[in-house]
């Protein structure tokens, strides 16, 4: 009787897989909004495709890139690239 235990290997390189699929999504979302540099929630989550992502995803992976700093919430559900208002001067 064996006892690998096919999750024990598979755990690292598993959670390394899903925190860089985590790093290509909030990527994804910053390249959808720099054209944009503001974007209202419902127009962004429209812009990046969030209908054909898995539940929930799109909110927890705007969430992530909020927390890295990577986009910035605004008052009103906006959302902006850090360091640009909305005339698309340096802050």
């Not at 699929?21 to 969030?50: K, S, W």
């Not at 902006?80 to 001067?89: A, D, M, V, Y």
């Amino acid at each position: 009787m064996s006892t690998h235990d096919p999750e024990a290997t598979e755990g690292p390189r598993t959670e390394r897989h899903h925190r860089l699929i985590a790093q290509a999504e909030v990527h994804h979302l910053v390249r959808v909004l720099e054209p944009h540099r503001v974007m209202h929630r419902d127009a962004f989550r429209e812009a990046a495709g969030a209908a054909t992502w898995h539940d929930g995803s799109f909110d927890s992976t705007l969430a992530a890139a909020v927390e890295a700093g990577a986009i910035e919430k605004l008052a009103g559900d906006f959302y902006r690239i850090p360091g640009f208002t909305q005339g698309g001067q340096a802050a």
